[in-house]
């Protein structure tokens, strides 16, 4: 019957790496920076340059200029304050929005097309 069953014989134990050794630990190491890697382009590059474009957008706002708030509210800039916007959405009717508020800035001409 030992043809079905093969005999399990004990062999010596494999020599394992220092735990000192500095190739060991840079082996270890490796994935942990990979990952960062991966997350720092994927993730951090991406947001933080989304996060500059909106700002520096937010900044550039004047009177005049067509806007789509958050809250999915279009109209246009009336007046323009350090932290508050005058956006009028209607004919007589004006709201006052914080500048981060703004979402995108659309071209000119949106609002008679919407």
């Known amino acids: 019957m030992s043809f079905f069953i093969s005999d399990a014989l004990a062999e010596g134990a494999a020599a394992a790496p220092a735990a000192g050794s500095a190739e060991g630990s840079l082996m270890g190491l490796l ?21 500059k474009e909106h700002k520096n957008m937010v900044a550039a706002l004047a009177k005049g ?46 609002i008679k097309s919407a």
């Open 31 to 51: 994935p942990l920076v990979l990952i960062f890697v991966l997350f720092y382009f994927m993730l951090i590059r991406p947001q933080a340059k989304r996060a």
């Open 65 to 110: 200029d067509e806007i789509v708030t958050q809250g999915g509210l279009l109209g246009k800039i009336t007046e323009v304050d350090d932290s508050f916007l005058s956006v009028q959405i209607a004919d007589g009717v004006e709201v006052k929005v914080q500048r981060q508020a703004v979402s995108t800035l659309v071209p000119k001409g949106t």
